[in-house]
Nanobody
Framework: QVQLVESGGGLVQAGGSLRLSCGASTIIFRISLMGWYRQAPGKQRELVARITAGGDTNYADSVKGRFTISRDNAKKMVYLQMNSLKPEDTAVYYC?????????WGQGTQVTVSS
């Protein structure tokens, strides 16, 4: 059973930083594509950043240069370092694991950026 548990969300002022963490439960983490998505009220869920098993990354244009995704395969963890946060970054952030066996989601963590 794949389980993903996010942590690290919270309330921060514009210009501040937060680091999100996501812990995975199974060994397939090592060969999974991991990603962070977000969903703001009234909007569709959107991709924020992804990282391949080999460490290649890609980012949404809106977060390039401000957010950094990373992973630690030994710990089965994926991280999202968010700097220079803006009010428009406010959303529920979800960890995603993509594998041949399916797509898996965490429960989400709220990030609120005040102006």
């Amino acid at each position: 059973q794949v389980q993903l548990v996010e942590s690290g969300g919270g309330l921060v002022q514009a210009g501040g930083s937060l680091r999100l963490s996501c812990g995975a439960s199974t060994i397939i983490f090592r060969i999974s594509l991991m990603g962070w998505y977000r969903q703001a009220p009234g909007k569709q869920r959107e991709l924020v950043a992804r990282i391949t098993a080999g460490g290649d990354t890609n980012y949404a244009d809106s977060v390039k240069g401000r957010f950094t995704i990373s992973r630690d395969n030994a710990k089965k963890m994926v991280y999202l370092q968010m700097n220079s946060l803006k009010p428009e970054d406010t959303a529920v952030y979800y960890c995603n694991q993509a594998h041949i066996t399916g797509q898996y989601w965490g429960q989400g963590t709220q990030v609120t950026v005040s102006s």
